[in-house]
T-cell receptor, first 115, second 114 residues
């Protein structure tokens, strides 16, 4: 059981390049999301999905696109990278249901540098 | 989500109990206290949660005051691997465990000293 897997772990992009950060989970979770974490800051929500075919914006969505064609995968696309998008990106997943014990599971992160 | 206040950093000797405080004076009756931690360069990890009773699991204990305005996370025998940033989050239980919107503040940086 791998949990939440993010690829790549590290990436350097030039300004204006595009790329896709991959996220896959094998826990059959309905909820998936992307966060970014800048140095010395907490995590900020970029986009999230409550199921296949359903996505919505979080706190900082500009410059990022997402789609959710399967339950397992939730890729994050940068169409034209900017230095302001230099950050560590975390993917998370969670099971639907409001049981208090429901927890969010996070991937190990992708460290992105835009030069 | 109710606002929380945590000290920015704390030290603890290896093998001793680490007690991490969290103030949440505006907590409402249906909000739970959740703790996550983030070891350097890794994704956050769930630790424990509670409503009003003290809770214990294999990782930690959570003590919530009777008025629920503050709580303490206790790591009973801290090891060097417990060095991390610890986040206290107060919220109602969300579907998806909050994967669609956990609010992480700056947390407490706990440093375990050898």
């Amino acid at each position: 059981n791998a949990g939440v897997t993010q690829t790549p772990k590290f990436q350097v992009l030039k300004t204006g390049q595009s790329m896709t950060l991959q996220c896959a989970q094998d826990m059959n979770h309905e909820y998936m999301s992307w966060y970014r974490q800048d140095p010395g800051m907490g995590l900020r929500l970029i986009h999230y999905s409550v199921g296949a075919g359903i996505t919505d914006q979080g706190e900082v969505p500009n410059g990022y696109n997402v789609s959710r064609s399967t339950t397992e995968d939730f890729p994050l696309r940068l169409l034209s990278a900017a230095p302001s998008q230099t950050s560590v990106y975390f993917c998370a997943s969670g099971r639907a249901g409001t049981s208090p014990g429901t927890e969010a599971f996070f991937g190990q992160g992708t460290r992105l540098t835009v030069v | 989500d109710a606002k929380t206040t945590q000290p920015p950093s704390m030290d603890c000797a290896e093998g001793r109990a680490a007690n991490l405080p969290c103030n949440h004076s505006t907590i409402s009756g249906n909000e739970y206290v959740y703790w996550y931690r983030q070891i350097h360069s890794q994704g956050p990890q769930y630790i424990i949660h509670g409503l009003k009773n003290n809770e214990t699991n294999e990782m930690a204990s959570l003590i919530i005051t009777e008025d629920r305005k503050s709580s303490t996370l206790i790591l009973p025998h801290a090891t060097l691997r417990d060095t991390a940033v610890y986040y206290c989050i107060v919220r109602v239980p969300y579907s998806g465990g909050g994967a669609d919107g956990l609010t992480f503040g700056k947390g407490t940086h706990l440093i375990i000293q050898p």
